[in-house]
Nanobody
């Protein structure tokens, strides 16, 4: 199964920016739609954004529209999440995964990694 490693999280001031990266192992990365998810302590994991196999189509949860941008580089087996205008409530762990996209929502297909922590200070 494709292995994924998230990175790029850290501490940022409210209103600041971060770019998360998802590095994939294997030779079939370009065959999968991919997505980002996040989970706060005591809460369910929630969908953030998804991108189809080619990068031509993107989908976003309402709470990140206009602030976050998902992208991918299949030649490098990489996916990214550019996060602008960060808010304290964005302080959660972010995860990536292969997804199935239906009605603008990405559903995870693989196992979860350890994620990357984003902390937004006020």
């Amino acid at each position: 199964q494709m292995q994924l490693v998230e990175s790029g999280g850290g501490l940022v001031q409210a209103g600041g920016s971060l770019r998360l990266s998802c590095a994939a192992s294997g030779r079939t990365f370009g065959s999968y739609a991919m997505g980002w998810f996040r989970q706060a302590p005591g809460k369910e994991r929630e969908f953030v954004a998804a991108i189809n196999w080619s990068g031509a189509s993107t989908y976003y949860a309402d709470f990140v529209k206009g602030r976050f941008t998902i992208s991918r580089d299949n030649a490098k087996n990489m996916m990214y999440l550019q996060m602008n205008g960060l808010r304290p409530e964005d302080t959660v762990v972010y995860y990536c995964n292969a997804v199935e996209i239906n009605y603008g929502l990405g559903s995870p297909l693989g196992s979860w990694g350890q994620g990357t922590q984003v902390t937004v200070s006020s």
